[in-house]
């Protein structure tokens, strides 16, 4: 029986080490600054593309992948694949997982599109647990199987401190009116099932402080966790908080700790971290 080629694309947050020992496929976004194009993780880096978004003079945007694009990967798949699985980010963020949908007539594999709800490492939770089951020998359906329970088990919470690059992104326009009004706003945001919602806002970093500690009592309270991440913009005073913190609590729990992926980045701004986690 033919194995599952798992593919996602470069908003995963994955280590070069991972994407190797697990045959992960990665179809790249494309990035535009300024009027010149990169693609991602290919031609610039996580911190490149911090470095080149602070000085651009207008907001970068980010295009999902071309059909071409996820032909390239898919043509690269070797036979021993039978089928492929394709775990892509969540459709509030991106329309990359409608571009891999257009792919499934275009390949002689048979192919599943699945879109993951989260992004960043919250996303990578389901591509490593999708990869070590597919050189296991898993079925699709098993895999899939334990795919929901992964998704439903999973949290994403992130600490924006400047709102100018989300509302210019439109990843929030529903609050724009709102928000656009108030100085010094500092925003909570959770994503789960396809939705990017305010969980916590106000002035100052305090907002951001006392939604964590709630974040970090929740985490002490669970003895279940399987893996944490934490990615971040440009700005580690945070980041450090919340390592030691949570390292107080769970002394033995291993944090991946990385730059976020451009499209993140983009439209989360300065100073913006997640906090992404999940329970067995």
């Known amino acids: 029986?033919?194995?599952?080629?798992?593919?996602?694309?470069?908003?995963?947050?994955?280590?070069?080490?991972?994407?190797?020992?697990?045959?992960?496929?990665?179809?790249?976004?494309?990035?535009?600054?300024?009027?010149?194009?990169?693609?991602?993780?290919?031609?610039?880096?996580h911190e490149e593309f911090v470095q080149k978004m602070h000085a651009s003079k207008d907001l970068p945007t980010t295009s999902q992948p071309s059909i071409g694009t996820f032909m390239d990967v898919i043509d690269?798949?070797?036979?021993?694949?039978?089928e492929i699985l394709s775990l892509n980010m969540t459709e509030s963020i991106s329309g990359t997982v409608n571009a891999?949908?257009?792919?499934?007539?275009?390949?002689?594999?048979?192919?599943?599109?699945?879109?993951?709800?989260?992004?960043?490492?919250?996303?990578?939770?389901?591509?490593?647990?999708?990869?070590?089951?597919?050189?296991?020998?898993?079925?699709?359906?098993?895999?899939?199987?334990?795919?929901?329970?992964?998704r439903a088990n999973?949290?994403?919470?992130?600490?924006?401190?400047?709102?100018?690059?989300?509302?210019?992104?439109?990843?929030?326009?529903?609050f724009a009116g709102t928000l656009s009004s108030l100085l010094n706003i500092n925003l909570v945001l959770t994503l789960k099932n396809n939705s990017l919602d305010i969980a916590k806002r106000g002035r100052g970093r305090k907002v951001i402080d006392n939604y964590l500690k709630g974040v970090i009592d929740e985490i002490k309270g669970l003895d279940n966790i399987k893996s944490i991440g934490i990615s971040y913009v440009d700005n580690m005073d945070f980041v450090n908080e919340?390592?030691?913190?949570?390292?107080?609590v769970h002394p033995d729990l291993p944090i991946l700790i990385r730059v976020t992926s451009p499209v993140i980045a983009t439209h989360a701004g300065r100073g913006a971290f997640a906090i992404e986690f999940y329970t067995d």
């Open 100 to 150: 891999a949908k257009q792919v499934i007539e275009m390949t002689d594999k048979k192919m599943t599109v699945i879109d993951t709800n989260f992004t960043d490492r919250a996303m990578s939770f389901q591509v490593i647990e999708a990869a070590k089951m597919s050189e296991a020998g898993k079925s699709l359906e098993e895999i899939t199987a334990r795919l929901d329970e992964i």
């Open 154 to 174: 999973t949290r994403l919470y992130m600490g924006v401190t400047t709102i100018e690059n989300i509302l210019k992104g439109g990843r929030l326009s529903r």
């Open 1 to 45: 029986m033919g194995k599952v080629k798992i593919i996602t694309d470069s908003s995963a947050q994955l280590t070069d080490e991972e994407i190797k020992e697990n045959n992960i496929g990665v179809v790249p976004l494309t990035i535009t600054i300024d009027d010149e194009t990169f693609v991602d993780g290919v031609d610039i880096s």
């Open 242 to 248: 919340l390592q030691e913190k949570i390292k107080e």
């Open 76 to 82: 690269n798949i070797s036979d021993e694949y039978t």
